[in-house]
């Protein structure tokens, strides 16, 4: 999905078929299924538009933004994720709330609102439906903790009672089938995603050792618990050109010994055949490397380091009778 094909999926709720109805859930610390919150009929319509107003904003407006993979996430700003990973369980919930008429009520006599971690919210109209994630604050829920005040007539009285405030942001996207992650780094913090970033990793190693190109994989093993870096060892595994091409290993490291970047900050084996990747900056540029991001303008010579790596599809120029002529 690109940025445009994001935007039509969402064009619904600017001109529903229908009603554009909201329904919310919360999600609840130790509780399998979320709980459907009965919000009184009045407020639901100020609610709907909070949120339609802020998918224009966070998303429908964002023109300069892309879509990228989640397996090939990476430092640059302006980007959406499509999930494309091990799916966490809370994040199924997404799909799973839609048209589970089962799902009870939340109950005030059995539920606490300071039990709730997050929220769902769906919007839908005759033929459409998404469904956004949104992870509560600490501010969200009035009174989980400490001594609160409130103003009664003319002094201050102790409020012991807890209130749910329902802002606008949210983290995650359902739409057309597909998870779109508007806040990485909030998603980093939640729901098991470390999890499936490490086990991707993992794997990503396994691809990495097979190359025979690494004289220490145990150096690159120990930055797996790193999020930060687990990603990058996700999207080598899953996208590097450098991985897919079969570049033989001696090439790869007559590049290293070469580039200005590289040939004074990677060590390699006694016997010039591997990288002896014994500092954090080696392991990051080894990283660059296989993902191809450190290039060579062949115009100016110059050379960048670069994320944003948009491929070309070089076509035979056509020839007909007309431009012959």
Not at 15 to 27: D, H, K, N, R, S
Not at 119 to 137: G, Q, R, T, Y
Request: aromatic letters at 8%; proline letters at 3%; glycine letters at 4%.
């Amino acid at each position: 999905m690109n940025k445009q094909e994001l935007n039509t999926a969402l064009d619904f709720l600017n001109a529903p078929q229908g009603e554009l109805q909201v329904i919310f859930y919360a999600v609840i610390d130790g509780v399998d299924e979320p709980k459907k919150l009965d919000i009184k009929s009045e407020d639901l319509p100020e609610l709907r538009n909070l949120f339609v107003d802020a998918i224009k904003s966070f998303v429908i407006d964002k023109t300069d933004f892309v879509v990228l993979p989640l397996s090939s996430a990476d430092e640059r700003g302006k980007c959406f994720y499509q999930y494309d990973l091990e799916i966490p369980q809370e994040l199924e919930l997404l799909e799973n709330v839609i048209g589970n008429d089962n799902l009870q009520n939340f109950n005030f006599s059995s539920n606490q609102l300071s039990g709730i971690d997050s929220l769902i919210i769906v919007l839908a109209d005759d033929n459409h439906e998404i469904s956004l994630f949104k992870k509560l604050s600490p501010v969200e829920i009035v009174g989980r903790g400490g001594f609160m005040l409130w103003k009664s007539n003319q002094r201050f009285e102790r409020f012991k009672d807890q209130m749910l405030r329902i802002s606008s942001r949210f983290q995650v996207l359902r739409v057309a089938g597909e998870l779109i992650i508007i806040d990485l780094s909030a998603i980093e913090k939640s729901f098991g995603f470390h999890d499936v970033i490490t086990r991707e990793a993992t794997a990503s190693l396994s691809v990495i050792e097979k190359m025979e190109l690494v004289s220490n994989m145990d150096s690159l093993a120990e930055l797996v618990s790193d999020v930060s870096f687990a990603r990058k060892l996700t999207k080598v595994a899953k996208s590097s050109p450098v991985i897919k091409l079969k570049i033989p290993n001696e090439n790869i490291i007559a590049f290293a010994k070469s580039h200005p970047l590289t040939k004074k900050k990677m060590r390699l084996s006694e016997d010039g055949k591997q990288f002896n990747l014994d500092t954090r900056v080696s392991k990051n540029l080894f990283i660059k490397i296989l993902n191809d991001d450190l290039l060579t303008s062949e115009l100016t010579k110059l050379y960048y380091d670069s994320l944003a790596k948009n491929g070309i599809v070089l076509e035979e120029e056509a020839t007909t009778d007309n431009n012959e002529a």
